[in-house]
């Protein structure tokens, strides 16, 4: 059973710090994905992941970026959080084997800046 | 560029009513199709979805959807809704590469 683990279900930060959100998985997928969800808004995508240390820009990349070093990992960082970055930020996973294209959600981390 | 749009933002239904939960895509190329749940404070998890073959798909828990491609349609239905239903729903599309469209979310309410 696919595993999606993110570091944190809430987080407050103070404006201007900068703010690591990590994600892991347990199933040796190639995908990595960012989303943050908004109410009305569904969820938007801030950066994704092919394989290690690739990286390509979402529909909303601006203020964020991301590290893969590891193909289980996949961070999200805030560089300097302000108020318009609260928010759920969920991560996911999904494998190009076996036509498969489903992703896998962690359980989403709520981010409080204030 | 892919798109999709969900038509209704909520939907309230009364226990046992049948639901139907509209969504249209827009798309330059063939895509996979998905229906995902979020229950309360937790992440989406995989509903159904349609890669090829039968354009009608089920899910375990008796929901179904059917791929209309001439209406670039997907809409998810349920003859007879349970509280536990209760849920946002998100229909998405993604490309071969495996990158995914979202749309709004549609909150599903049922009422005893």
């Known amino acids: 059973d696919v595993k999606v683990t993110q570091s944190s279900r809430y987080l407050v930060k103070r404006t201007g710090e900068k703010v690591f959100l990590e994600c892991v998985q347990d199933?040796?997928?190639?995908?990595m994905f960012w989303y943050r969800q908004d109410p009305g808004l569904g969820l938007r995508l801030i950066y994704f992941?092919?394989?290690?240390?690739?990286?390509e820009k979402g529909d909303i990349p601006e203020g964020y970026s991301v590290s893969r070093e590891k193909k289980e990992r996949f961070s999200l960082i805030l560089e300097s959080a302000s108020t318009n970055q609260t928010s759920m930020y969920l991560c996911?996973?999904?494998?190009?084997?076996?036509?498969?294209?489903?992703?896998?959600f962690g359980p989403g981390t709520r981010l409080t800046v204030t | 560029a892919q798109s999709v749009t969900q038509l209704d933002s909520q939907v309230p239904v009364f226990e046992e009513a049948p639901v139907e939960l509209r969504c249209n895509y827009s798309?330059?190329?063939?895509?996979?199709l998905f229906w995902y749940v979020q229950y309360p404070n937790q992440g989406l998890q995989l509903l159904l979805k349609?890669?090829?073959?039968?354009?009608l798909v089920e899910s375990i828990n008796g929901f179904e959807a059917e791929f209309n491609k001439s209406q670039t349609s997907f809409h998810l239905r349920k003859p007879s809704v349970h509280i536990s239903d209760t849920a946002e729903y998100f229909c998405?599309?993604?490309?071969?590469?495996?990158?995914?469209?979202f749309g709004d979310g549609t909150t599903l309410t049922v009422k005893p």
């Open positions: 996911a996973s999904s494998t190009r084997l076996y036509n498969a294209y489903e992703q896998y």
């Open positions: 998405a599309v993604s490309d071969y590469a495996g990158k995914s469209t």
């Open positions: 798309s330059s190329v063939s895509v996979y």
């Open positions: 199933m040796d997928h190639e995908n």
């Open positions: 349609y890669l090829s073959g039968s354009t």
């Open positions: 992941s092919y394989d290690v240390k690739m990286k």
